[in-house]
């Protein structure tokens, strides 16, 4: 009797990767951290102690304030420890951007290090000086002053944007390595029936 030749299935081969997109991340960091630096220096340059300047009917103002503090002016009197927090969000993106996958995550933490970089620049160099800085900000919506709503700038808003995308991308199940959580669960389920 011959022995039972037991045929082996190949396994299907796993799909390819995405490229890596580290290269995004950065690309859109530099883009807008220089785009916050240019209008910082520029309305710092040229609004410094001058009345709000009207823009749109309305719709914003510009005018140059110094924050100590956070976004919406949170805490005021922790000017150090807000910039070591920019710090650490600065390492941890360039640690996770190694493994990252996804151009949407990428944009994303792109603008969150843009922001991130710009204000933590601030926060270094402008006086006070050594970590103490005041960000300048300058965009103020619907009325001067922040009465309206807030104060801020680009950074403030790369960091609102980029956060938002990664939020919207994980509500979608798109994760930062280019996977997709339906995708993992499909696998699991499949591993689980098989």
Not at 25 to 49: C, H, P, S
Not at 90 to 103: K, N, Q
């Amino acid at each position: 009797m011959a022995p039972e030749t037991v045929q082996e299935t190949p396994e299907a081969p796993a799909e390819p990767l995405p490229k890596r997109r580290v290269g995004w991340v950065f690309a859109v960091a530099v883009v807008f951290w220089a785009i916050d630096l240019v209008t910082k220096n520029l309305v710092a340059a040229n609004l410094e102690g001058k009345e709000p300047v009207r823009v749109l009917g309305g719709l914003i103002y510009l005018q140059v304030i110094r924050n100590p503090g956070a976004a919406f002016s949170m805490a005021t009197g922790m000017t150090w420890v807000l910039a070591l927090v920019a710090l650490a969000v600065v390492i941890a993106i360039v640690w996770l951007s190694r493994r990252l996958r996804s151009i949407g995550w990428a944009i994303g933490l792109g603008l969150v290090l843009a922001g991130a970089l710009g204000n933590l620049t601030d926060r270094i160099f402008r006086a006070p000086g050594g970590l103490q800085g005041h960000v300048v900000d300058f965009i103020s919506a619907f009325a001067p002053n922040g009465k309206g709503f807030a104060i801020f700038n680009i950074a403030d808003s790369a960091i609102c944007v980029g956060g938002a995308l990664i939020v919207l991308l994980s509500l979608l199940g798109k994760d930062y390595d280019g996977t997709s959580t339906k995708d993992k669960k499909k696998v699991a389920e499949q591993e689980e029936q098989a």
